[in-house]
């Protein structure tokens, strides 16, 4: 990592207000822009995380480098989060959008702005930069949006398949309900308004939870947000980059399809749920902000830079490598398609076996607890261990071994002929790469709630008895099996935690021979080299962060043998506690638990609990504790949260909430 101290242009930092169309709420800013320099085009990141503490670190890295480099960098805090105005809504919602689109016409209307603005973020900022693209406001000519989705149902938290996910429906819905119960910064707004502005907040609480399993279909909640609905409102020219390690990568596959090649450029990288120049693994890291600038000198400055010459889609395509639940470094090459779906990839059916005969699909309700986490991050568990135990239990169909390297770009797709014992069930299916030696590594998964197999938008129960026809596409992957290993598929009607199960034990029986995995296989040959300059960021800021002296496991797998009950601790481990220069202490711990007894689907309990402590100097004190419990019955969702908030030692608020919701899909 090159880390700048200096650029052409002098940096000067402000905090402002931003005022919205209400008249009554303002958000908060913070602008890094050149020195007396003329007009300059601004780029803005739009997020709730909160830019004086949680994203500081983050924030440092990259919004004075852009301003160093000719642009006014803005970050913005969201409606009733960090130092800003009003109270939380739900994510991306009508008000967050319209506010974001206030921004970005408040920014281009500044004396120091050329009129032209540009948005990127990760994760969420990715998210609401494509949302108020699609809005279509005059001055936002380019977004840069990393690890997003443009399908809010189908490919973010809440639902994969159709099937409820339950270890992020229920961690990220704890997260943001600890997250939202923050107070603002007095630094920021005054030590006479944080207190008030705290109270109205956590007065205004309300669990994304709730909402979440109220639309347990793809109805005009999910429609609302989701690009894919209407990709020809996207105006603004669009560079999606994404992981295989990130469970949003297959956005930036569908925004490379759908959008005009002359609007969209698309690079996937081995990368988890982070920016691309972090160094965080799975690397290798690239200059991201280098390749970002590149994207917008050429879009809001008129500069030939060359990147519209790339390849529509460049991806990495991972070497065979061991099962591992970390790789510093993953062995690979980049590869470019200028069009996709490529003429280069080419579909290979392989039917799953020769035999008419069902095979019984009856796994048991654990299996899941080797799938590693949904959003990798960086840290030391967070990838598949070896997959031999999770094969264990379920039905594998296996290749022979290969005798040329196979290389898998782009999304498998399994088809089965099979029957449901239940009216209600799922299917999973991983696709592994066996060794020689046995070893199994991940290399791509998907799910299908039988439910939602004749449409997301739908749930239409199994009739026992009846065979169908079912498809569906695993999530997309650059990966190549190397000769001598098998390629396996793994079914399963279980996977748990990711998948919520259905509340009735069953079974499925699968045809083989009238079932196949469909592979989308790149041709091998000579390609032209792809390369990346060097990562480069401004210098850190200098946060100091504890380390402990025993840290506790980050993923922890107890069986009580003599009950048949599994449990799942995680930590998140998001970064701990630490110090910031300007004094604040900024506390953080959580831990998500996750039970079920191997023979009782309605044995599944997950809990997901929170605390933080911000605090500096003697007036400044606040502590929040959150706890989210998700469990069920036969008929019903049942969902209990709490919070309770403390300033300077004394309660300001409890809230306390019990819901529950029919099971119409999950």
Request: charge should be negative; hydrophobic fraction near 35%.
């Amino acid at each position: 990592m090159k880390y700048r101290e200096e650029f052409e242009h002098q940096v000067v930092r402000e905090d402002v207000w931003i005022p919205t169309r209400d008249g009554r709420t303002r958000l908060h800013a913070r602008v890094w822009r050149p020195v007396g320099a003329d007009p300059v085009p601004a780029l803005l990141e739009y997020l709730p995380y909160r830019k004086s503490d949680w994203t500081a670190p983050r924030d440092a890295q990259r919004h004075p480098w852009y301003a160093g480099h000719g642009y006014a960098s803005v970050r913005v805090d969201i409606r009733g989060h960090g130092d800003s105005e009003g109270t939380p809504g739900d994510e991306y919602d009508a008000q967050e959008l319209a506010d974001g689109v206030d921004v970005v016409n408040w920014l281009a209307a500044q004396p120091w702005c050329t009129g032209k603005v540009g948005m990127f973020g990760i994760s969420w900022g990715g998210f609401n930069s494509l949302q108020i693209a699609a809005l279509a406001p005059e001055p936002l000519k380019a977004v840069v949006t990393v690890c997003s989705t443009d399908d809010r149902y189908d490919n973010d938290v809440h639902y994969m398949g159709g099937a409820l996910l339950g270890i992020d429906m229920l961690a990220w819905a704890g997260t943001m309900l600890a997250f939202a119960s923050r107070p603002p910064d007095p630094a920021q707004v005054g030590h006479d308004r944080w207190l008030p502005m705290w109270r109205e907040r956590l007065d205004a609480l309300e669990p994304f939870l709730h909402t979440w399993l109220e639309h347990q279909q793809r109805d005009d909640y999910w429609r609302h947000g989701s690009v894919c609905e209407d990709y020809t409102a996207l105006d603004a020219a669009v560079l999606a980059v994404g992981g295989w390690n990130d469970p949003y990568r297959d956005t930036v596959l569908r925004l490379v399809e759908h959008l005009p090649g002359e609007r969209v450029r698309g690079i996937i990288g081995p990368w988890s749920h982070q920016y691309p120049d972090r160094g965080l693994p799975p690397g290798p890291a690239i200059g991201f902000l280098q390749e970002t600038l590149r994207w917008w000198d050429q879009h809001l400055k008129g500069i030939d830079t060359g990147v519209m010459r790339e390849p529509l889609l460049r991806a990495w395509i991972t070497d065979p490598v061991p099962p591992a639940t970390s790789y510093d470094v993953l062995p690979g090459r980049w590869v470019g398609d200028t069009n996709w779906p490529s003429p280069k990839v080419g579909w290979d059916e392989r039917p799953l076996g020769a035999g008419a005969a069902p095979v019984v699909v009856r796994s048991p309700q654990h299996t899941g607890l080797n799938a590693g986490r949904y959003f990798p991050y960086g840290n030391a568990s967070d990838l598949p261990p070896d997959q031999r135990e999770e094969d264990g239990r379920s039905v594998c169909f296996d290749s022979e071994p290969l005798t040329e390297r196979a290389e898998i770009l782009g999304r498998p797709r399994v088809r089965l002929r099979l029957d449901s014992a239940t009216p209600r069930g799922h299917v999973i299916a991983r696709l592994c790469d066996v060794a020689p030696d046995g070893s199994s590594t991940l290399v791509t998964r998907g799910v299908l709630n039988l439910l939602s197999r004749h449409g997301r938008d739908r749930a239409v129960e199994w009739t026992p008895g009846t065979y169908e026809d079912v498809e569906f596409e695993l999530t997309g992957i650059g990966y190549a099996v190397p000769p001598g290993h098998r390629i396996r598929l793994a079914l399963s009607d279980t996977y748990w935690p990711w998948v919520w199960p259905h509340g009735e034990r069953g079974e499925l029986r699968v045809v083989p021979i009238d079932s196949a995995v469909l592979l989308p296989l790149r041709e091998a040959g000579a390609e032209p080299p792809i390369r990346f300059e060097e990562p480069e960021q401004a210098t850190p800021l200098d946060v100091i962060y504890d380390r402990a002296a025993e840290p506790a496991p980050e993923r922890l797998v107890t069986h009580d043998v003599a009950k048949g009950l599994w449990m799942l601790e995680v930590d998140p481990n998001y970064g701990g506690s630490r110090t910031y220069p300007d004094g604040l202490r900024y506390e953080e711990s959580a831990r998500e638990t996750y039970r079920i007894r191997s023979d009782d689907p309605l044995s599944a309990h997950a809990v997901s609990e929170w605390r933080i402590r911000l605090r500096r100097g003697d007036d400044y004190d606040a502590e929040i504790m959150a706890r989210t419990e998700l469990r069920a019955t036969a008929a019903d969702f049942v969902m209990d949260s709490r919070v309770e908030a403390r300033a300077n030692g004394e309660t300001v608020a409890k809230r306390a909430w019990h819901r529950t919701t029919p099971r119409t899909s999950g």
